[in-house]
């Protein structure tokens, strides 16, 4: 009897100890598994924006946005990885394009929108307010001016590999990259795991096509806020993701004004045109109003005329109006509250966006003053 | 009866060995979990300041002997707090880090605070926390280059006066929350860093 209730405990021992070990390696191979990979880096990063913008206040500046830079190699051959771009960097994803011209130019808009997209999706949709209260707790100025530049994230860089460059057909530059349409390719296919467009995921589900576009509108002044024309060096064969945020109370005005330059304006959300020029548009912050600035693309390198028609699709989606923040409903003096909450611009109003820019300190230091995630 | 006890506590021992191992198999877990939160949340700073230097030392490693290049150095909020800084093989006031190599560090500090004669201060900031990278050439520099004014320059078989920019090469770069494009070279014995920057340089810095 009380051998059997020994032989018993020591069974149950076994069975216990191995579950215990085999629970623990699963864990460790779970860690492991995922540790590297860049689904996992997009959560690291979407749980320390959720970590931030719900935090309280005070806090918020103890948070870090744990975003790192990914970067996308577009290359014909395998044995090239952007090395202009990217030499000595690591974790470089690379996307090797065939040599069929119209597959791989399908390849390259869908690596650019999912880019585009994942940033966007990421950092919140522009639903969050991740930079104007950290602004204030980091020490930064309580007037306007320190909102004049906004905070931004590289979410990604895109660089096109010599390679693909390299790739001529008749004696004209690369016709990859001339065949690029990243906003057809967004108008009809949808982000992995989505039943909706591109299109209509930045657009609040509104749209489905874009309006006509004026072709003379880049040779017109841009009526109101529009601060003229930011000339942009494209010295680099490399586009950046970048998302950004500005406090603004006008949002209303920052709407009409981005409907009048010809972006689809649908709600609060916002695409800017398609172009196949080698201009665009960049929406950027200036104090309490957001502005637009009309862009000249200029390349001074081989495959110049590709790499401006692939730029020159530059574009910015978004969403302009409240922001979710911690703001205490109640409490004493919340006019003052307020004003911290709302970074002394004195609203919770803002635009939110993911813009492609070329990646030089020209462009994107025009746009942003600080740089938040991991290089 | 003494015997039997003790058999008896031995006993209770050995059933209690699964929850003892359970219980530090947990404590494992949960200090990796820590671990990570920790990593996932403090540090960010340090953490950044280490990639950018790992970043640059590739940059280096890529250039071949005789190449020169102009790269970009992606900052990061409190990049503003760091400076990047060389030293040559034989040069004095290396820190310890470097051992018998010349090497660059990233290393946390304000550079305009500097004072000049500067050595010292830069060895000291970059022991107390900096990042180095050691690489087999005899020399290294590490150097930006800054306007502080303009100089009149007088044609002596016309007469006529033009003004030419007046630049000074400091030593260190300090870093910038956003992007800063720097060149750099590279031969068989030396590499250059140089950073055109846009700020007047302060009085008590190492400038010639």
């Known amino acids: 009897m009380k051998n059997s209730k020994k032989g018993d405990i020591a069974a149950y021992q076994v ?15 779970l860690w492991s598994t995922f540790k590297d990979t860049s689904d996992t880096s997009n959560q690291i990063c979407h749980l320390s924006v959720l970590t931030r913008a719900t935090s309280p206040q005070a806090a918020q500046s103890f948070v870090p946005l744990k975003c790192t830079t990914k970067k996308i190699c577009l290359t014909m051959d395998s044995s090239q990885k952007c090395d202009s771009s990217f030499a000595g960097e690591k974790d470089i994803s690379v996307v090797k394009l065939p040599t069929d011209t119209e597959k791989a130019a399908r390849i390259v808009e869908q690596a650019s929108a999912e880019a585009m997209y994942s940033c966007w999706d990421v950092m919140g949709r522009g639903k969050l307010d991740l930079f104007g209260n950290y602004a204030k707790y980091s020490g930064i100025s309580f007037s306007d001016a320190a909102l004049e530049k906004p905070y931004c994230v590289i979410c990604s860089r895109v660089a096109v590999d010599d390679s693909v460059l390299e790739k001529k057909s008749n004696g004209k530059d690369s016709d990859i990259l001339l065949k690029v349409n990243i906003y057809d390719y967004m108008k009809k296919n949808s982000p992995p795991g989505e039943s909706l467009t591109y299109l209509q995921l930045f657009t609040d589900k509104q749209f489905s096509s874009y309006p006509v ?108 109006g409240g922001v979710e923040t911690q703001n205490p409903e109640k409490g004493f003096i919340k006019e003052i509250a307020d004003k911290i909450i709302t970074g002394g611009v004195g609203t919770s109003k803002g635009c939110s966006l993911v813009q492609a820019l070329p990646y030089n300190f020209e462009s994107i230091n025009q746009i942003c003053s600080v740089i938040e995630g991991n290089p | 009866m003494r015997m039997r006890n003790r058999m008896k506590k031995r006993g209770d021992l050995r059933e209690q060995v699964p929850e003892i191992i359970i219980a530090v198999l947990c404590l494992i877990l949960i200090v990796i979990a820590g671990v990570m939160i920790y990593k996932l949340f403090a540090n960010q700073e340090e953490e950044n300041a280490k990639k950018t230097a790992d970043i640059i030392e590739g940059r280096i490693n890529a250039l071949k002997d005789g190449q020169s290049n102009n790269f970009i150095v992606q900052g990061f909020k409190g990049a503003d707090n760091w400076f990047l800084v060389g030293w040559s093989k034989t040069e004095d006031g290396r820190p310890d880090k470097c051992f018998f190599d010349s090497c660059i560090c990233i290393c946390k500090g304000d550079l305009s605070r500097l004072k000049s004669g500067q050595d010292e201060s830069l060895n000291n900031k970059c022991t107390d926390l900096g990042f180095c990278r050691k690489f087999s050439v005899d020399k290294v520099s590490v150097e930006r280059e800054v306007l502080v004014g303009s100089l009149k320059d007088i044609n002596p078989e016309t007469g006529q006066s033009s003004e030419k920019p007046e630049k000074r090469i400091c030593t260190g770069i300090g870093l910038k929350q956003n992007l800063m494009q720097i060149s750099m070279s590279k031969s068989k014995d030396e590499i250059k860093i140089l950073y055109e920057s846009d700020e007047p340089p302060n009085d008590n810095q190492a400038c010639f």
Do not use: H, W
């Open chain 1, 213 to 320: 576009i004026d072709t003379n509108l880049f040779n017109e002044k841009i009526p109101n806020k529009t601060t003229g024309t930011a000339q942009i060096r494209f010295t680099r064969k490399e586009i950046a993701y970048v998302f950004m945020q500005i406090k603004s109370q006008d949002v209303s005005d920052v709407l009409s004004n981005l409907a009048t330059s010809g972006a689809v304006v649908a709600g609060a959300s916002f695409l800017t045109s398609p172009t196949r020029t080698a201009a665009g548009l960049i929406v950027t912050g200036g104090g309490v109003s957001a502005a637009i600035y009309k862009v000249a693309i200029i390349a001074g390198f081989a495959g110049q005329a590709a790499i401006n028609a692939y730029a020159g699709q530059v574009m910015a989606a978004g969403y302009c």
């Open chain 1, 15 to 29: 069975v216990l100890f191995v579950l215990a070990i085999i629970g623990f390696l699963i864990v460790l191979l």
